[in-house]
């Protein structure tokens, strides 16, 4: 499972959960899982999180090998490739894009005051997945734009009466004295930032200077060394069209003459007369190959043979760490090792049993740890009609904690209710096994603290809207260190999870309706 990510340029609003329709009858029983189900587990999982795998990082060669363990068993199991070129893997294609050198000077009547990359200014090369690239050079004459505020909400426009076009406008992304604790709270918000930038983009200036106060600017070092430290991200085209204003990251400690002469008693938005500010950066990148594997158990209703039940599980982890006890290996048994070994006890059940009605997709996903990548890249370029996936049930650590216990996101965090009914389905199926398990609904919330709606795969599902679920057993004390080890797994509970989760996607599957509320149907 992913971490959070450092900075949230533009959060995605979710709606308001539509009722959802009548409950459906649970589907018939299906066989019980095979009594060799967990021994079969062990013995896959064991392998897969094994030390020779060196922890699965998605830009080594050690994630291939996971890859291609993989479609070994999907091969031998007879299963379908549904991947690039007739075969199981996908490609995915990773860069590690970082800034080679960078130069930032501003030119105040006193003199030249050169402000130093990484330390005092961080370049952002992109604000986002689907958008415009920001420039990378600019300059122009300073514009301080105090708190960055246009909306009437707040009680003040910051942006009135300036003129921007072609300057570079500098503002500090904090709270403003006299707001009430609502409004501070809102502007908190990591949606907050992306509006005040927003505003500020359509005046089409030459560069925007954010400066940050607090936690944000003790982690600024952070994002300062993802930039140099070669950072993947899914392969952006440093020669595609830029045609945002360049946008840079600063602390107010070190902003110098960015600021005007008193700040912070001295606020008032304005013109920094005679001071000017110019920059450039050189950006490199190095293509970095990874794989998703891609199967497919075709349906056999000719009606609806041609849509999917899509099964998800991530196949990396985070690789080579600092040493617990001699031991430096993250093997990720249970992220996502659990999930992944899960999603082959699926295809096989669903390739020797009795076909459902529907076909079953399913992907493992790479690149999930570094900001999933993976699903990212298969959304973007799926290997069936997006459109055509009724369903994603997504996997990621399902084999610890209490026997009986298991968490569900995405009923009540995915936007417009689109994934309440689909939380229905898998509900009347849990209450219909002999030994249900108690769900736990508190992460289900787009505002938890622990963002976990947004920190695993079937968040790049949700946003094309997708109906999803996400089944988790929950964090532990071995969560992304080294001491993840397949010895630690509760086989008989991760058995029992993966009978559950192919269940509810078989309900799914048999269903002629598609699982969205009525408002959804079109």
């Known amino acids: 499972m992913r971490r959070s990510a450092l900075l949230l340029l533009f959060a995605v609003a979710a709606g308001c959960a539509a009722p959802p329709r009548p409950e459906p009858s649970p589907a018939p029983a299906a066989a019980p899982a095979p009594p060799s189900a967990a021994d079969e587990l062990r013995a896959n999982l064991y392998a897969f999180s094994d030390d020779s795998m060196l922890g699965r990082s998605a830009e080594t060669p050690n994630a291939a090998r996971a890859a291609r363990f993989i479609a070994a068993k999907l091969r031998a199991l007879g299963i379908q490739p549904a991947g690039d070129s007739g075969g199981y893997l996908q490609r995915v294609p990773l860069a590690r894009t970082f800034v080679r050198s960078a130069t930032f000077t501003v030119v105040t009547p006193a003199g030249r005051v050169s402000l130093p990359f990484g330390s005092h200014l961080v370049p952002v090369p992109s604000l986002g997945e689907g958008l415009p690239l920001p420039m990378l050079a600019a300059q122009g004459n300073l514009v301080f734009a105090g708190y960055g505020l246009s909306s009437p909400e707040y009680g003040r426009n910051d942006l009135a009466g300036l003129s921007l076009a072609n300057k570079v406008v500098v503002f500090v992304n904090d709270v403003p004295p006299g707001l009430d604790s609502a409004r501070r709270a809102a502007l908190r918000e990591p949606r907050a930032l992306g509006d005040r930038l927003g505003a500020i983009i359509e005046r089409h200036p030459a560069a925007i200077i954010v400066l940050f106060t607090g936690r944000l600017a003790t982690e600024l070092p952070a994002l300062s060394a993802g930039l140099t430290d070669s950072s993947l991200r899914i392969q952006p085209p440093l020669d595609g069209p830029r045609v945002l204003?360049?946008?840079?990251?600063?602390?107010?400690?070190?902003?110098?003459?960015?600021?005007?002469?008193?700040?912070?008693?001295?606020?008032?938005?304005?013109?920094?007369?005679?001071?000017?500010?110019?920059?450039?950066?050189?950006?490199?990148?190095?293509?970095?190959?990874?794989?998703?594997?891609?199967?497919?158990?075709?349906?056999?209703?000719?009606?609806?043979?041609?849509?999917?039940?899509?099964?998800?599980?991530?196949?990396?982890?985070?690789g080579i760490q600092s040493p617990e006890h001699g031991d430096s290996i993250a093997n990720g048994a249970d992220d996502d090792g659990s999930g992944s070994m899960a999603l082959i006890a699926m295809a096989k059940r669903a390739q020797r049993g009795v076909r459902t009605r529907r076909s079953l997709l399913f992907v493992w996903h790479t690149g999930e740890e570094l900001g999933l990548f993976g699903s990212e890249w298969f959304t973007s370029h799926p290997e069936v009609p997006l459109d055509s996936i009724v369903a994603q049930l997504n996997v990621d650590m399902i084999g610890r904690n209490d026997p009986d216990s298991l968490y569900l996101i995405g009923p009540r965090s995915a936007p417009n209710g689109q994934s309440t009914v689909l939380?229905?389905?898998?509900?009347?199926?849990?209450?219909?096994?002999?030994?249900?398990?108690?769900?736990?609904?508190?992460?289900?919330a787009p505002t938890h603290p622990e963002q976990l709606y947004y920190r695993s795969d079937h968040y790049n599902y949700a946003k094309h809207g997708i109906p999803i679920v996400f089944f988790t057993t929950g964090l532990h004390a071995d969560y992304h260190r080294v001491t993840d080890s397949a010895d630690k797994i509760d086989y008989d509970k991760l058995a029992r999870v993966t009978d559950l989760i192919f269940r509810a996607g078989e309900a799914v599957a048999n269903d002629p309706a598609r699982p969205l509320p009525p408002a959804l149907l079109r």
């Not at 110098?256 to 304005?270: D, E, I, K, Q």
Request: proline share 8%; charged share 20%.
């Open 245 to 318: 204003p360049m946008v840079l990251f600063g602390t107010v400690r070190d902003a110098g003459p960015l600021l005007p002469a008193g700040w912070p008693r001295v606020s008032r938005p304005r013109a920094l007369d005679r001071r000017s500010f110019s920059g450039r950066v050189d950006l490199v990148q190095e293509v970095v190959l990874t794989y998703n594997v891609v199967a497919t158990v075709p349906g056999a209703d000719s009606d609806l043979a041609h849509t999917y039940v899509a099964f998800g599980a991530h196949l990396d982890h985070i």
């Open 423 to 444: 939380g229905a389905v898998v509900d009347s199926v849990n209450r219909a096994l002999p030994r249900p398990f108690l769900i736990n609904r508190e992460w289900d």
